[in-house]
């Protein structure tokens, strides 16, 4: 297993650099958080990154994808992180497309792989249900009829939710909350009759969406994969999500780590540059070894998605163990660079603010760090 990129994906890491770099900084979402865009990204902009082939990076070329594998998307995802840059490509491509991919019958592919790797449709995962991440607590009750399914809930912390043509639903089609067995996924028309989606407010300004479904009845024909099975695919598509938003949160530390070295080696106090004080060198050192703790940790969550050799379990324990060290390096480095700063560490002129609310969100995203410590656990002893 490599811990470093190939010489390919380094490439594909310099060219996101410098495409994001000249189109999508973090003045950019700025921007759009003052703007109040609803999407909370520019439409033409990622219409740019699909036609760069981002979108294509994790798909078999059967399905008309690049077969680039995660760790190619751990080099974009970097980059993000890196920027700022706010786009669909983790919640459309490899969350929802990862559900395509993994469950949808031909007929489902052929009607959304193209168009979601081309950028023209967008999809939203559904899955949690409180504050909390934790896909086997899903009670949104799927009951078969006649007709179908009728489903009835709701949903919470829908990344990208507003103005998705679809949403992948993770409901409960028999047994009780906290039961893997049971869940089925769904995919529901955002225009279904009974569907309502609402914006939520978050910290880092990005589009959230709260979902209510209320009597929204499908046919046969929306469900992916076996009814009462999805948990297999929907966990195996989150931990596609959670090594790319750990790459992210390793872009983004590593963004503030540069700047608060810089501010060290430029800010002056009694004639001499901060960075020659020894605590704050120790402090600079210190997060400095967290950040390549984590990079490594997270090469090794990218390498093992690619990896068919290992089992579900050991890939499994490897995201866990990416998003819990990204987001674990993020918040130490985080909470540094705004003490190093100073007051000014936290006001809207710096990036640095931007940074932190957005490693704050994505620390919380498809799992918090007692979340992963916990699953690491369970799954470690049940292999023992």
């Not at 190939?6 to 000249?22: C, G, I, K, V, Y």
């Not at 009670?139 to 007709?147: G, H, I, K, P, V």
């Not at 009462?228 to 872009?251: H, I, K, P, S, T």
């Not at 810089?262 to 402090?283: M, P, W």
Request: aromatic share 6%.
């Amino acid at each position: 297993m490599s811990l470093v990129y190939s010489e390919e994906q380094q490439l594909l890491a310099d060219t996101a650099a410098e495409f994001l770099l000249a189109k999508s900084p973090v003045a950019a979402q700025r921007a759009l958080r003052d703007a109040g865009a609803a999407e909370g990204f520019d439409a033409a902009l990622w219409r740019e990154m699909a036609a760069m082939g981002w979108s294509a990076i994790p798909f078999p070329e059967a399905l008309g994808g690049l077969a680039f594998g995660c760790k190619g998307l751990g080099a974009v995802f970097e980059q993000i992180g890196r920027n700022l840059s706010a786009s669909p490509l983790l919640s459309s491509v490899v969350l929802g497309g990862a559900v395509i991919e993994l469950a949808g019958s031909a007929a489902q592919q052929a009607e959304w792989m193209a168009a979601l790797i081309g950028g023209d449709r967008r999809i939203a995962l559904a899955v949690d249900e409180s504050p909390r991440h934790d896909p086997a607590a899903i009670t949104l009750r799927a009951a078969a009829n006649a007709d179908g399914y009728l489903l009835d809930g709701s949903k919470t912390f829908v990344a990208d939710g507003l103005g998705a043509d679809a949403y992948v639903v993770a409901a409960r089609s028999a047994g009780r909350a906290g039961e893997r067995t049971g869940i089925s996924l769904f995919l529901v028309p955002a225009d279904a009759p009974g569907l309502r989606v609402s914006p939520m407010r978050t910290l880092d300004s990005r589009n959230h969406a709260v979902l209510v479904l209320e009597g929204v009845q499908l046919g046969a024909g929306a469900l992916l994969g076996t009814a009462g099975a999805g948990f297999e695919v929907l966990d195996a598509a989150l931990d596609r999500g959670r090594v790319c938003l750990a790459a992210e949160l390793l872009g983004a530390s590593q963004a503030l780590l540069d700047m608060t070295v810089e501010y060290l080696k430029t800010r002056v106090q009694f004639d001499v540059s901060i960075g020659s004080f020894q605590a704050l060198q120790h402090r600079a050192a210190w997060c400095h070894v967290h950040q390549e703790l984590a990079r490594s940790a997270v090469m090794a969550g990218l390498a093992a998605m690619d990896d068919p050799a290992l089992d579900a379990a050991a890939r499994a324990r490897l995201a866990s163990l990416a998003k819990w060290k990204a987001g674990d390096a993020a918040h130490r480095i985080s909470r540094e660079a705004v003490q190093m700063h100073g007051g000014m560490g936290v006001t809207d002129e710096l990036d640095v603010g931007l940074l932190l609310k957005r490693i704050r969100v994505a620390q919380a995203s498809l799992g918090d760090g007692d979340f992963h410590v916990q699953r690491y656990g369970e799954l470690a002893t049940a292999e023992d």
